[in-house]
């Protein structure tokens, strides 16, 4: 069996052959207490530019798990012109230039350390990637560097609360991911209100964002921002190494594209994504009422394609699919790839390199390596 299976397996053992499974019967079907499930990428990309009939704030959509515990603005649970206009505020922070300027802050100190320990000997990539992506956070919302393992544990607190046939969260689980998000919330609090356009909370208020709204950009991005790179960056380091190719880009960098965006199509980071019918209409065919659950299996629609294949190109219904389509894209989206680079670059630099020991994690919510071992040579 192949890495990528087997994480899939450990992880959601009965959902994801559930899943895969109607997918390959029919591109949309409902399925009782989960509801209508698409799994076609053209279909997908119809239901997710059209937000006058699905919607992120309905009933069984992402505003009903998430707003309990993170409030009523934090994009991911909003519609609509103040959707529209939260996002033309916070899109200032993700230019080329805030993105290059916030990873050579954050990233370049843990990359240097990622290089000099491949050099001294075997390096497990799950913390490496754990310590990054939470020092990213922590830059994000005005916690210092060393603070990055608890940032990132605090993510993974309430991301672990959520499965697929739970709707919404129990008063317990509210409240212990609000405990969590308070450990990242009240710094952001701090730097919002000292107002230092050094810090992100403090250029977020020069952004002309309420404090509310800040807040609640803080929480999207530790939702969002955190395990699928947890999830992303080791599987593609293993994907590379199986399949041969991690030596070759290493000669012929002109297709570190071409394999980053391959090996998300493959792992699909964020497998799922969410929505609720706002108004009756049709989805491939099958009828859908308002109040309706709309569940799109990223992970079949983008799998469907086949195998890791870096020369075949991306059809356009399947292009970026794994960072969403239409008024929800990825935000994020180019510092997910500047962090992806950074990690990349540092392991080609080393090779060759083999995988010398690897665990896949057991019951999480997005499939992820426990533990990644490789050593040069
Ligand atoms: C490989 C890494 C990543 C993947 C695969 C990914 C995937 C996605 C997907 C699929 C969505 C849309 C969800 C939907 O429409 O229901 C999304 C939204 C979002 N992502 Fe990412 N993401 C990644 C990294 C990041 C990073 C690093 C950040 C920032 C720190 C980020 C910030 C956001 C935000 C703020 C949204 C919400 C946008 C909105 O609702 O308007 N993401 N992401």
Request: aromatic share 4%.
């Amino acid at each position: 069996m192949n890495w990528e299976l087997r994480l899939q397996l450990a992880a959601h053992p009965l959902a994801y052959p559930l899943v895969r499974g109607l997918g390959r019967i029919a591109p949309v079907v409902r399925v009782p207490r989960v509801g209508v499930l698409v799994s076609d990428a053209g279909i997908a990309k119809r239901v997710l530019n059209d937000p006058a009939h699905f919607t992120k704030t309905g009933p069984g959509s992402p505003a009903d798990l998430w707003t309990p515990v993170v409030g009523p603005t934090v994009l991911l649970n909003m519609e609509g012109s103040a959707h529209a206009e939260l996002r033309r505020k916070l899109s200032g922070l993700f230019t080329p230039r805030s993105v290059a300027d916030l990873c050579a802050r954050v990233t370049d100190e843990p990359v240097k350390r990622l290089r000099d320990d491949l050099a001294a000997g075997p390096v497990d990539l799950v913390p490496v990637v754990r310590r990054l992506v939470g020092a990213v956070i922590c830059e994000l919302v005005g916690l210092a560097p060393g603070e990055a393992v608890a940032a990132h544990a605090a993510g993974t607190a309430i991301t672990s609360m959520i499965r697929l046939g739970r709707p919404s969260l129990t008063p317990a689980q509210v409240r212990h991911g609000r405990q969590a998000l308070g450990t990242l919330t009240r710094p952001a609090a701090r730097a919002y209100a000292e107002g230092d356009p050094a810090t992100v909370p403090g250029r977020m208020r020069e952004l002309g964002l309420t404090e509310e709204e800040a807040l609640g950009a803080v929480a999207a991005f530790v939702l969002t921002g955190t395990e699928t790179l947890v999830s992303y960056l080791p599987r593609l380091i293993a994907l590379l190494h199986d399949t041969g190719w991690l030596n070759r880009v290493a000669r012929d960098r002109v297709r570190t594209d071409d394999v980053i965006a391959e090996a998300l199509r493959v792992t699909v980071p964020s497998p799922v994504m969410l929505r609720s019918v706002a108004a009756d209409t049709e989805v491939g065919g099958v009828r859908v009422r308002a109040g309706d659950r709309v569940v799109i299996a990223t992970v079949s629609a983008a799998r469907a394609l086949g195998d890791f294949d870096p020369d075949r190109p991306h059809p356009p219904d399947v292009r970026q699919l794994w960072f969403g389509a239409g008024p929800h894209f990825c935000l994020g989206m180019p510092l997910a790839h500047a962090e992806i680079r950074a990690v990349l670059t540092a392991v080609l630099d080393a090779t060759p390199l083999s995988v010398v020991d690897r665990k896949a994690a057991r019951k999480v919510l997005l499939p992820c390596y426990e533990r990644l071992v490789v050593r040069r040579g």
